[in-house]
T-cell receptor, first 114, second 114 residues
Framework: EAQVTQNPRYLITVTGKKLTVTCSQN?????MSWYRQDPGLGLRQIYY???????DKGDVPEGYKVSRKEKRNFPLILESPSPNQTSLYFC?????????????FGPGTRLLVL | GQQVMQIPQYQHVQEGEDFTTYCNSS?????IQWYKQRPGGHPVFLIQ?????EVKKQKRLTFQFGEAKKNSSLHITATQTTDVGTYFC??????????????FGRGTQLTVWP
């Protein structure tokens, strides 16, 4: 089944404790992206990747890191989480840059930073 | 900077009534996509509009792209309780320096009373 998976789905952590949220897709998509969703603000792009070893900042990259060593995986790293990073995070992928392509979203990761 | 404004933010209707949400961009878009997100779920692609003045229909849903490619609308005829969720648009820039950049509307949260 074609899908985007994220782990963990729910996470409670404390300020400053490094964490990684994994994202994997099995559709051989080139483009992958991370978003955060906050009430009243909609989806905001954190980082995106056009292909392996190519990553770029989105609208809200501060406090986040990403890597794209393999085509299927695009982990999101919070080196020192802070309470303002409490949010719902979505990973998404598309075959190429989403000029003409639909994006497939993962199920989401709900993060609470205390 | 370029942005996509979406209105209304909330809409409450009785089952059987119609519903419309609007997206307006400050600049011309290459194309626009619409997504639906059920409560507690992840965004799911509905449709993409590419051509100026394009109109597409999916059963009770009608999507329009303005002649100037700066605005779009989603209209649902005779809403059902299964239509509940947040509908949001994603505008894709056609400008040289921001080609391919994604601009998310903040979404319209639809509630349908039985």
């Amino acid at each position: 089944e074609a899908q985007v998976t994220q782990n963990p789905r729910y996470l409670i952590t404390v300020t400053g404790k490094k964490l990684t949220v994994t994202c994997s897709q099995n559709m051989n998509h080139e483009y992958m992206s991370w978003y955060r969703q906050d009430p009243g603000l909609g989806l905001r792009q954190i980082y995106y990747s056009m292909n392996v070893e190519v990553t770029d900042k989105g609208d809200v990259p501060e406090g986040y890191k990403v890597s794209r060593k393999e085509k299927r995986n695009f982990p999101l790293i919070l080196e020192s989480p802070s309470p303002n990073q409490t949010s719902l995070y979505f990973c998404a992928s598309s075959f190429r840059q989403p000029f003409q392509e639909t994006q497939y979203f993962g199920p989401g990761t709900r993060l609470l930073v205390l | 900077g370029q942005q996509v404004m979406q209105i209304p933010q909330y809409q409450h209707v009785q089952e059987g009534e119609d519903f419309t949400t609007y997206c307006n961009s400050s600049t011309t878009l290459s194309n626009i996509q619409w997504y639906k997100q059920r409560p507690g779920g992840h965004p799911v692609f509905l449709i993409q509009l590419v051509k100026s003045g394009e109109v597409k229909k999916q059963k009770r849903l009608t999507f329009q792209f303005g002649e100037a490619k700066k605005n779009s609308s989603l209209h649902i005829t005779a809403t059902q309780t299964t239509d509940v969720g947040t509908y949001f648009c994603v505008g894709i820039s056609d400008r040289g320096s921001t080609l391919g950049r994604l601009y998310f509307g903040r979404g319209t949260q639809l509630t349908v009373w039985p």
